[in-house]
């Protein structure tokens, strides 16, 4: 439970998969029955309030749902609903059949609502237009339930025709499935496909296509999408667009609509050369790695237009001499290293030998060498080994005497950068070093101007803030070196660590911020009594809890005003405070509640006389056992009070247990039984002695756990 008041707006909650799975199904059965049915039957009724429920606990989480529509797919938030589900599917193709976009449901909606709603989407409305379909929506005036509609119509950019806005993802979705399916003219799309984002497209793709799509289906896709005119297939920023597009896609497709790629920049491969000119020769590099990282089979056409493109021909440099030398990128080649790059001279170069052991390598069979033990290699190789490598050579430097102002200066820039990085990796222990650095700097008077305001800003709130915030997350994976540096901060981070507490939520960091408190000791007890007096009861309870721990008769004081607080959290915790201090103030308030009216209150006193083992308040539980009444709650209210007195184990109970035992409930049986197997699990922390005649009554039971619990009671006395 968070321990902070709700403020600000209101966060949108995670809707609940299985709830709405739930609301979902039970939509399409109620849209199903007022198809069939008349209003007024039984099954509309009934499937309608099911519906209604299930919407109502979804407005639980939120005050609106919406659900979008794509072709045969729901789709809330950015997920998309399992399409193999024929009911989400069979839900969806109703809305679309209306040309419905996006439909949302609203707090406050009502079941006639819901009915009209179904109605609607449930009749033969396939040749009315769109225009005509909203029409009638607007005239049901469902206040909770809005819905967007979407003409089909004009995505054929017929002369005459306009499109409507629409939202350019809808919109992108629709013309992705319109593509896959056939259902577009695709002769004057290509200008508005060109706008979709490269990642978003892969995106739809990877959601949509499969490895069972036809050649023709790919070829569309990417024809539409590269292709501007007749003269030019596509340019420099088209080939990168396509690059992108094509990264994005996932693995079982990103091969087909390479293939798809090659074929379509092969079928005019002049127009390709002249397009292909204009763009760098590492983008057609790039282009060419991914199709053989695929193993795409490239057209021979293509193949050789890419080879000329990218490879670097010999001719363009002949002129580049300089006394009968080749300058290639600053660098003089002599005509043997030239003659080298010609294949047929490569036998001149390389001998017969040379090659032989360079075969007898790609022969070698790696996986049967001993491995390597390279993790240690590693570990010293990594980034955080290396940041700490750096930053202890920064500090030597500092520590130097042979350094300027200047440097000095520089160097503790550096280390500011460096500290940051060790917040956010959790490297306490180098930043206690570099604190404790520049304190021996201080001592040393080096440049104390400078030394002086670097320690002000590591002892400022601000690096302190953030310090607990990179503890907070991640302070428990190295608890020791997370001490260690409080302990150096001392009384500086004891309030702010008290701060971070109170606004945590965490019930898990929580903890761990009041084991570094409690680990300060007496230091925290100021800062704890004063906190105290927060009006805010979670507040009080963790002061308490921290006080509790500290074992300290000096903060007895403190802690007794809160036993009767009105909130029970906190005076449970303030009694458990003073019982482990063994105060007797705390057994007296216990002893008082164990006769109040309250039952909760009872329940939580004979639980802290169980858990403190108080024998002054035996008698107290003994009257609590010997009360009238044997109904099934009097007896479940009897066992934790005999749990209690068995963790106490004071033999002047054992005349009231037998009783107990000897009784009977005819009309309780089974919660009877239950009482009477916790008493025989109490009677080991009982002397021997005292309960011996009820272990040999236990032997002969008819029940197998309290035959069990006399068995092994019996078997370790006697060995």
Known sequence: MSNQAVTGEVEKIPIDARLLSDAIIELNI???????????????????????????RLFELRPEITLAVAKDTLIIDDYYLDKRNPVYREFALHLSKLNIVYVTFITGLTKDELYEFHRLISEKINDTSVEAVQGIFRELNLIHIRAEFINYGAFLFEEGKTQKEIPNDQLWERYVYGLLEGTLNTDDISDTMKEIPPEILARLLNRTADQNMKEETYDKVITTYIRRSAETVFSSNDLKRLLDF?????????KQFLSSTARTLSTDIDSTYRALKEVSVDEVIELLGVMNEQTVAIPNSLKNLLDKL??????????????GNILMDDIFLSPDIVNLFGESNSKTFISAKYQKDIQKLLDFNASTAAAFPIRDVEKEYSDAIIEKNFNQIILELMVSEIISEEEYTTFVAIV??????FLWTGQYKQILKTLKVFEMLTEKGSFPDITSEAIQYYYSSEFISKLIESLRVLGRQTREESWLLCEHYSDVIISLLMDALVQEDSQTVRKFLLGLLKQFGDKVIPEAAKRLGDSRWFVKRNMLYILGELNREEVIPHIRCYCRHNNQKVSIEAIK??????DRYGVEVVKEFLHSESEELVMQAVALSGAFRIKEVVTDLIQLLKKKGMSGADLYEKIPVVKALGDIGDASAINTLRDLLSSKSIFFKGMAER????IYRSLKNYPYEAVQDLVHEGLKSKNEY????SLRLSKAITG
């Open 416 to 421: 500011k950068e460096q500290m940051e990085q």
């Open 246 to 254: 094509i990264n994005g896609l996932k693995p079982e497709i990103k």
């Open 706 to 709: 309290i035959r069990e619990e």
């Open 30 to 56: 109620s849209r199903r029955n007022v198809a069939i049915y008349p209003k007024d039957h039984p099954s509309v009724d009934r499937s309608l309030s099911r519906a209604f429920d299930f919407m109502q």
């Open 675 to 678: 009482l009477k197997e916790e």
């Open 577 to 582: 405070c003073l019982l482990s201090f063994g």
């Open 310 to 323: 990218s490879g670097l021909s010999q001719n363009c440099i002949d002129n580049l001499t300089v006394d």
